[in-house]
């Protein structure tokens, strides 16, 4: 069973960097077999894909987001992560990280993150 | 981009009725790539439904998903207690996206 374990400040300084790692286990991020994604959910609203990465290192992003992330690979660690730069109060909201292809099948238990000075 | 809009936004139904969520998208969309969530408030979602009608592990067999091209339901056949929740409709399609519908709140009538 895959489980992943969402990691990083949950304050982030409006225009700074917000930067998350997710933990995988009972899996590896070099299998083939899921995206790891992030996704987003604004607080009391719906759910927002971000983006993913594939063991290949190959990324897709939310055009609406895309000028402003990067999701990266570490394979020794059996991570990924989530960089988020210029952060306004507008990406305050629980970060979920999780694994599937066409759906997604495993979901960390989210960390919310704040924009706030 | 496609578009899933979700009917109706709150369902208030009362346990042992049967509940039938909707999924309308914008474009046809492959029903091997339609799935459905439930999330209970302070949870992350949990998968119910991939490929439109197949059941995850661990989804009892009240919970179906059928349909096809550009209209999905779930349907809880006989609403348990621990069904009231938010469900979320969510496409892959070849823009190799995620998208998400807005959610069907289930509540307690």
């Known amino acids: 069973q895959v489980q992943l374990q969402e990691s990083g400040p949950g304050l982030v300084k409006p225009s700074q960097t917000l930067s998350l790692t997710c933990t995988v286990s009972?899996?590896?991020?070099?299998?083939?077999?899921?995206?790891w994604s992030w996704i987003r959910q604004h607080p009391g609203r719906g759910l927002e894909w971000i983006g993913y990465i594939y063991y290949s290192g190959i990324t897709y992003y939310n055009p609406s987001l895309k000028s402003r992330i990067a999701i990266s690979l570490d394979t020794s660690k059996n991570q990924f992560s989530l960089k988020l730069i210029s952060v306004t109060a507008a990406d305050t909201a629980v970060y979920y990280c999780?694994?599937?292809?066409?759906?997604?099948?495993?979901w960390g238990q989210g960390t919310l993150v704040t924009v706030s000075s | 981009e496609i578009v899933l809009t979700q009917s109706p936004g709150t369902l208030s139904l009362s346990p042992g009725e049967r509940a039938t969520l909707s999924c309308r998208a914008s474009q046809s969309v492959s029903s091997s790539y339609l799935a459905w969530y439930q999330q209970k408030p302070g949870q992350a979602p949990r998968l119910l439904i991939y490929?439109?009608?197949s059941r995850a592990t661990g989804t009892p067999d009240r919970f179906s998903g059928s349909g096809s091209g550009t209209e999905f339901t779930l349907t809880i056949s006989r609403l348990e207690p621990e069904d009231f929740a938010v469900y979320y409709c969510q496409q892959y399609g070849t823009s190799l996206m995620y998208t998400f519908g807005q959610g069907t709140k289930l509540e307690i009538k």
């Open positions: 009972g899996g590896s991020v070099t299998s083939g077999d899921y995206y």
């Open positions: 490929g439109a009608s």
């Open positions: 999780a694994g599937g292809y066409s759906s997604v099948d495993y």
